[in-house]
């Protein structure tokens, strides 16, 4: 496969481990590359690597003439144009599926946990108020996970390990799912409505897709109870940003944290990033939930062995 070009798009912290497999089975080349360089590197590349930072649309698939292998190491596909790729022959690797494997790759659960701390405890809030001198603790009073309610929407494998974590902290959990899920993790609901309803904490964990674009608005949002809270660490078309703004100005929902947001590859006009600039009782981290040391060298490893199986097994 030494006549296959791997082209690594993203190299900041890139598994050592992982570049000496790759260059053992590939002509490898890690380039850092902009926004307007892809489409140029489709053509030159018979593998492209990347991780979140670019957005592949069908204007970017459609000028490709020579990649067919896209590696991305997510397990959500919504900034990869599925369709164009299928059209042209490219196949895309990914963590999609690999269900056993992600079972230790619990990064984004844990931030989830983080999240919902430093919502709870005002975290950053206190930390910029000790930077300016100021010690009032009276300014800071917060609240606890243990004895709340949490609700969980998406009881996969993120929403799982998320639910097993708060049950930890000593909250009441119960889920919602399209698909049946063991009780034993978390209390089955009928609807996604009662479960906005019953709880004092929400926390969003499904996949984006045309049924999940937008599934919660504002109507399911203003069923929430007084002083709750909403966490997102799925991916930002599943909350409306509009109607979130307006059930926190309304104070229908106390407080929410999210990692992703609806326009993440043009964060400027973003609505949520725009009113958390003036809005303690938003925050929002950059899609950091899998960004971790531990992750990056287990999922990039995997992937590589998966390139490698997946080119040998269809020649």
Known sequence: MKELKILVAETKDFSPETK???EDQFDVTLKDLSNQEVAEALNEY???????????????????????YIVCPVTGLDHIDLTVCAEKGINVISLKG???????????????????????????????????????????????IFGKKVGIVGVGRLGTITASFFKTFGAD?????????????????????????????????????ESTKHLVTFRELQLMK??????????????????????????????????????????EQDELVKFAQ??????????????TWESFEKTEFFLAKKLVSFIQDNR
């Open 20 to 22: 000496v497999y790759l």
């Open 46 to 68: 018979d593998v492209f690597w990347f991780r979140l930072k670019f957005n592949l649309t069908r204007e970017v698939l459609t000028r490709s003439e020579r990649c067919r």
């Open 98 to 144: 690999e269900t056993d494997f992600l079972k230790e790759v619990r990064a984004t659960a844990e931030h989830t946990i983080g999240l919902t701390l430093a919502l709870l405890r005002s975290l950053p809030a206190a930390v910029n108020s000790v930077k300016k001198g100021i010690w009032n603790r009276d300014l800071f009073k917060g609240r606890e």
């Open 173 to 209: 959990v119960s889920g919602f799912d399209v698909k049946p899920f063991a009780s034993e993790i978390c209390k089955p609901t009928n609807s996604l409505e009662e479960l906005f309803g019953q709880n004092d904490i929400i926390s969003i964990h499904v996949n984006l897709t």
């Open 226 to 267: 007084t002083g709750s809270f909403l966490i997102n660490t799925s991916r930002g078309n599943i909350v409306k940003g509009g109607d979130l703004i307006r059930a926190l100005n309304e104070k229908i929902v106390m407080g929410a944290a999210v990692d992703v947001v609806e326009s993440e590859y043009d964060i």
């Open 278 to 291: 003036h809005n303690d009782n938003l925050l929002i981290t950059p899609h950091i939930g899998g960004n």
